[in-house]
C-alpha cells in the first residue's frame, strides 16, 4: 500500500494527497501514518509546501468524516435505542446507556471529538456517535479540524525530520494501534458477556 500512497500523492500532488486522507477517514484500513508523514518528507524535499501540506491534510481529513457523521443523523437516536432493545447483545448497549452517552456529547461534544481525533482507529468512528447526538455542524466540524490538524502536525513534523526514512513512523504508531485494537476487542468481549437489558425492559 505505501506504494501506491507514494505514486499518488507524486502524481497528484495536494489534490492526490487530498483525496487519500478523505479515504482515511471513511475507510479506516487506509493509514495515515504512511500518507501524512510521507508528505512531511516530501516537504523537507522542497517538493511540497509545510503549511500547504498542513492545510491540505487536515482539509482532506475533515471531509471524511462527513459521511459518517450524516450516516449517524440519519439513523438516529431513536432508531439506534431500537436496534438496541432488539440486537443489544450484539452492540453491547442498551437503550438506557445510548441516552447517557447522548447526554455526554450533548455537554463534552467538542471535547470528545477533539481527543477521538487524536486516537488511533477511534478518529473514524467518533463521527458516528456525533451524529447520532446530532451534535451542532459547525462545533462538529471545528473540533475535528483541531484534531486532525493537531494529527496531521505531528506526523507531517515526523516525516519532516526523518526524511527518506518517514515509513519508520509508521512502525512506531503501528503497535500502538494494535494496542487500541486489542483494548477494543477485549472491551467487546466484556461487553458481550455481562451486557444487561435496559431497565425497563428488566422485570
Do not use: C
Not at 501506491?4 to 501514518?33: C, D, H, K, R, T
Not at 491540505?56 to 468524516?65: F, H
Request: hydrophobic letters at 55%.
Amino acid at each position: 500500500m505505501s506504494e501506491w500512497i507514494v505514486s499518488v500523492i507524486n502524481q497528484f500532488g495536494y489534490a492526490g494527497l487530498f483525496l487519500l486522507m478523505l479515504l482515511e477517514s471513511v475507510f479506516p484500513p487506509i493509514p495515515s501514518e504512511l500518507i501524512v508523514p510521507f508528505a512531511g518528507f516530501s516537504a523537507a524535499q522542497g517538493d511540497m509546501n509545510f503549511l500547504g501540506v498542513l492545510v491540505t491534510t487536515s482539509l482532506g481529513s475533515v471531509a471524511g468524516t462527513l459521511p459518517w457523521y450524516y450516516a449517524g443523523r440519519a439513523l438516529g437516536v431513536e432508531r439506534f435505542r431500537a436496534l438496541a432493545d432488539r440486537f443489544g447483545r450484539w452492540l453491547t448497549v442498551n437503550a438506557d446507556e445510548i441516552d447517557k452517552a447522548t447526554g455526554y456529547f450533548t455537554r463534552f461534544g467538542p471535547i470528545i471529538v477533539l481527543v477521538g481525533r487524536l486516537a488511533p482507529i477511534v478518529r473514524t468512528l467518533i463521527s458516528v456517535p456525533a451524529g447520532l447526538a446530532r451534535m451542532n455542524l459547525v462545533a462538529f466540524l471545528l473540533s475535528t479540524a483541531i484534531g486532525a490538524g493537531l494529527w496531521n502536525l505531528i506526523m507531517i513534523s515526523a516525516g519532516y525530520l526523518v526524511q527518506e526514512h518517514y515509513e519508520l513512523v509508521a512502525n512506531y504508531i503501528d503497535p500502538l494501534t494494535i494496542v487500541v485494537l486489542a483494548a477494543a476487542a477485549t472491551a467487546y468481549v466484556y461487553r458481550l458477556v455481562t451486557w444487561r437489558p435496559a431497565a425497563r425492559h428488566v422485570q
